[in-house]
Nanobody, 120 residues
Framework: QVQVVESGGGLVQPGGSLRLSCVAS????????MRWYRQAPGEQRDVVAG???????NYADSVKGRFTISRDNAKNTVYLQMNSLKTEGTTVYYC??????????????WGQGTLVTVSS
């Protein structure tokens, strides 16, 4: 199965920046879309940004102009550049891959998450 692993989280002050990385490994036929989600304690997991295999990008309204999603297909990696982080608190950012395996099975692969804390 496809496995995705996030990294790059940490502690940042309000107004600061972080870059998250998500690396896909394993075997697959196609990765159609990769997305970043975030979830605060006691809250729903919401989509932050997505990028298709063709490079089409989408962002949640709350992060437009501040976050940038990008990809490096050669490295099977997607990035999330986060600028002007404002809301204080702890949030887990998850990477998700919408894939089809070599066996033709649709698979929605999730990473373990990386923790982002915004605090002054």
């Amino acid at each position: 199965q496809v496995q995705v692993v996030e990294s790059g989280g940490g502690l940042v002050q309000p107004g600061g920046s972080l870059r998250l990385s998500c690396v896909a490994s394993g075997r697959w036929f196609r990765i159609y879309t990769m997305r970043w989600y975030r979830q605060a304690p006691g809250e729903q997991r919401d989509v932050v940004a997505g990028i298709t295999s063709g490079g089409r990008k989408n962002y949640a309204d709350s992060v437009k102009g501040r976050f940038t999603i990008s990809r490096d297909n050669a490295k099977n990696t997607v990035y999330l550049q986060m600028n002007s982080l404002k809301t204080e608190g702890t949030t887990v950012y998850y990477c998700n891959a919408d894939t089809v395996t070599d066996d033709g099975v649709s698979l929605d692969a999730w990473g373990q998450g990386t923790l982002v804390t915004v605090s002054s």
